[in-house]
């Protein structure tokens, strides 16, 4: 473990926010959220680069499934198609083609999505990247793989920035291999959830040791800002409330699923009057300053 400072502000000094298990059993250990003076809140201690790996390593944690007989599953993949049109759909506002990065890709199924559409792709996670020799895109184990002479047009960041470690070194490169007039999409969980107060500790997007940041809009915002990027434009993403809900789910009784269509239908239409300070996930569009 390994004891870190904000990333906002650089302060040691924060105040205890909230104790967690691990959310997937692998780790019985408790987990220390912490609220900076700044107000951002982080995970402290944490897992080091090396020992992060072993959070991961569990054949049914979703970002990274390939195949899994389940109703659950099918459910999700429909839903997950929905989802790559939609995010396809934003990109080409602003972007029409060319060369697309996906950071932290999960199964890379999103890289294939927008491969078919014409782009060429290339693929990062280090977590699972030697375990995708059946995509036909290319992908790196590191980032320092990727050819210097590479720009990106447009460069996704879809529920990965929370993930990351070391953000100084993700915000140079990301600076080094995004086009001058090129588009960073960034999409995190959004700590001004609505769900998130009658969940409690059990909120999924917790998800401590593997999630060491919790964002909102403005702490985002500030993070990208003093990082060299524009906020040009932030959406909801409405699509992620039903996931967040369900996966927060202790048990599945007839209550707790009444309960979750409510926290849903609240969701969606506090999200709708007031935009993406509460939307359950935040996406926000970057340009370099």
Not at 38 to 66: A, D, M
Not at 114 to 125: A, L, P
Request: aromatic fraction near 14%; hydrophobic fraction near 35%; glycine fraction near 4%.
């Amino acid at each position: 473990m390994e004891n870190t400072t904000c990333i906002i502000c650089s302060s040691k000094n924060s105040v205890p926010y909230l104790t967690l298990n691990d959310r997937l059993n692998i780790s019985h250990k408790n987990f220390y959220i912490n609220k900076c003076e700044c107000g951002f809140v982080y995970l402290n201690p944490r897992p080091n680069i090396s020992e992060i790996y072993n959070y991961y390593q569990l054949t049914n944690y979703v970002p990274h499934l390939k195949i899994k007989k389940s109703i659950w599953f099918t459910i999700y993949q429909y839903c997950q198609k929905l989802t790559f049109r939609y995010k396809y759909k934003i990109i080409r506002k602003y972007e029409k083609k060319g060369r697309l990065l996906d950071i932290g890709g999960g199964n890379g199924k999103f890289a294939e999505f927008m491969h078919s559409k014409g782009w060429e792709v290339i693929i990062h996670d280090s977590i699972i990247d030697n375990n995708m020799s059946d995509l036909s895109i290319p992908h790196f184990t590191k980032l320092t793989d990727i050819d210097s002479a590479l720009k990106f047009n447009v460069i996704t960041l879809w529920h990965s920035l929370e993930h990351i470690h070391d953000i100084r070194e993700l915000f140079y490169f990301l600076d080094k291999y995004l086009d001058d007039n090129g588009t960073i999409l960034i999409a995190v969980p959004n700590l001004n959830a609505p769900e998130r107060k009658y969940y409690k500790s059990n909120w999924a997007p917790y998800d401590a040791p593997r999630h060491l940041y919790h964002f909102t809009l403005q702490t985002l915002t500030k993070l990208c800002n003093q990082n060299g990027l524009d906020v040009i434009k932030k959406y909801s993403l409405f699509q992620d409330s039903p996931y967040n809900i369900m996966l927060s789910l202790s048990k599945y009784s007839f209550f707790e699923i009444i309960k979750a269509i409510s926290l849903c239908l609240y969701t969606f239409l506090k999200t709708l009057l007031f935009g993406p300070k509460y939307s359950s996930s935040i996406l926000i569009i970057c340009k370099k300053s």
